[in-house]
């Protein structure tokens, strides 16, 4: 009944112009700062957020959906058809795939709902839902779209550098004396998503250094399907300025957009920061 309809969450960036053209249901996070609760990207922008939280003391701290936000999303996709795909945000971040599945199992028998852990998040979670929707629209089988995202996945990569330490001490990524220290020194720690997971794996203190490591890792792959900047603001900053300078040295053909990542990821890595994500395609794997 029906072809097969793609759920994700906020965290995904997607266009909301192609989220409503591959009929892509997007479930919404929750964030709070301070004394304020807002619905990632339905009550709130990520820059008037970002806004906010340059005038606030407070972290914010991001909620899944729940249970029962899934369980309607389903009802309502099930009246149409038999077969969905959940893709979420790295379960490692957040609870949402762990909600999602739990609200799957009301619709056994039913409906088969296929929870898929992105282990990424941001435009990497948008990358896998775009390509899903796309390839339900060709009128491929659950099966089939589960098969191209889990082989998309481990050619998704996000490094960042971040502004502060102190949202990776409140994580338990590092230690408050670390936290402190490298406040004293102005180190910006330089991070990796891997395995669904922020992993510290240097530091640095200046724009140079900065712009350096962003640009060692960008070099690394021989081959690059997609791009892109993330930071906190729509203009670009000196660093990213820096950045694709250096980059069209190696890429010319490739503008990677700069796009202002989502709140749910400032409560991992703060505000200020910046990003780089690649993704190598499926190009190699297929020959």
Not at 90 to 117: H, M, N, P, W, Y
């Amino acid at each position: 009944m029906g072809r097969v309809k793609i759920v994700t969450d906020s965290t995904a960036y997607l266009e909301p112009s192609v989220a409503r053209r591959l009929g892509i249901t997007i479930v919404p996070l929750t964030v709070r700062l301070g004394d304020e609760t807002f619905q990632e990207s339905v009550d709130i922008a990520a820059e008037e957020f970002f806004q906010k939280l340059d005038h606030s003391s407070a972290m914010p701290m991001a909620f899944s959906p729940s249970v029962e936000d899934f369980q309607a999303v389903y009802t309502k996709l099930s009246k149409t058809t038999d077969q969905i795909m959940s893709v979420h945000v790295s379960s490692k971040l957040s609870e949402t795939c762990d909600r999602a599945a739990a609200a799957s199992q009301a619709f056994l028998g039913r409906c088969e709902i296929t929870v898929v852990d992105s282990l990424t998040t941001s435009i990497g979670l948008g990358i896998l839902a775009t390509a899903a929707a796309q390839a339900a629209a060709q009128g491929q089988s659950l099966a089939e779209i589960e098969f191209l995202i889990r082989g998309m996945i481990p050619r998704i990569y996000i490094v960042f550098l971040a502004e502060t330490l102190g949202y990776l001490e409140r994580e338990g990524r590092i230690g408050q004396a670390q936290a402190l220290l490298g406040t004293m020194l102005k180190i910006r720690p330089f991070l990796a998503i891997e395995d669904g997971e922020i992993i510290p794996l240097e530091k640095v203190r200046d724009r140079e250094g900065a712009v350096d490591k962003l640009f060692e890792f960008v070099g690394e792959f021989s081959q690059i399907e997609q791009m892109a900047i993330l930071q906190s603001t729509p203009e670009p900053i000196v660093e990213t300025k820096m950045l694709i300078e250096r980059l069209e040295t190696i890429f010319p053909k490739i503008k990677p957009p700069i796009l202002v990542y989502g709140p749910a990821l400032a409560c991992h890595v703060g505000p200020n920061g910046l990003g780089v994500i690649v993704y190598e395609g499926l190009e190699r794997v297929m020959r």
